[in-house]
């Protein structure tokens, strides 16, 4: 996701530069992909910006901000809960809902916070980007609900139709869902990929819900969900990679 919105920001016009000191092989490939500058560490980045982008995963999110200390305004673009969005910043929260930016007019991001319309103004080309409000956390409480429903959807569909193929009657239950099991071994596929991050971003859910006064326990249990999935074969497969057939799908997961 980092890589593709610097990618969108290139695309706009505007000058981004990022590091992958420590990280993997892929995440180095998808910078080269993205035409990113890339420096030497974190340390360099903020000493040669105006404006940090975090977009990691949702339990590095407040260790990732202690790094970030400097002059640039720092805009926290994670899966976290409205409070542990005002812990980051008071300035500026936002979260981004859609797959990764490559091409336009696939993805959305909401931001608030008082300088919100500063992070507004860049050239993200071909994102749309909205303005929740002056309140830090609105921007995150967008992502908490929707979040809840896209990635939530995804969970609880893995787990009926694994259920299903053990007891032998996924193809009843197939036909029973009609268009609510559309697409379905592409989007477990894409699930069980991402499914280490969302375990973060699913605590951070109950706890947005337990702040709301509403039970928590329901994404408590989908982290446990996301969890035992990120521990499956097809968990180790790229995002990128993930595929479409439903009867693989469920074998990696066995």
Not at 121 to 150: H, I, Q, R
């Amino acid at each position: 996701m980092g890589s593709a919105v610097g990618h969108a920001l290139r695309r706009g016009g505007a000058e981004v530069v990022t590091t992958v000191a420590g990280r993997s092989d892929r995440t180095a490939r998808l910078a080269a992909r993205a035409g990113l500058e890339l420096l030497p560490s974190l340390a360099d980045v903020v000493a040669r910006s105006d404006v940090v982008l975090s977009i990691v995963p949702p339990d590095q999110a407040e260790t990732v901000a202690a790094e970030l200390a400097g002059d640039a305004l720092v805009v926290d673009l994670n899966a976290v809960a409205p409070a542990t969005a005002r812990r980051i910043s008071t300035e500026v929260d936002g979260s981004i809902s859609g797959p990764p930016p490559w091409e336009p007019g696939t993805t959305r991001i909401y931001l608030s916070g008082p300088r919100a319309g500063q992070v507004a103004a860049l050239p993200f080309a071909g994102v749309e980007v909205v303005v929740v409000g002056d309140e830090v956390g609105a921007a995150s409480a967008v992502k908490m609900s929707t979040a809840s429903v896209y990635k939530g959807t995804a969970a609880l569909l893995a787990q009926a139709l694994r259920a299903a193929d053990h007891y032998g009657v996924l193809g009843h239950v197939i036909d029973d869902l009609g268009s609510l099991a559309d697409r379905a071994g592409r989007r477990i596929a894409t699930a069980a990929a991402k499914s280490a991050r969302y375990v973060g971003e699913m605590r951070e859910i109950a706890e947005s819900q337990r702040a709301a006064g509403l039970p928590p326990e329901l994404f408590e249990a989908m982290a446990l969900v996301y969890a035992e999935i990120a521990r499956q074969p097809l968990a180790r497969v790229a995002p990128e990679d993930a595929g479409s057939d439903l009867e693989q799908a469920l074998l990696g997961l066995r």
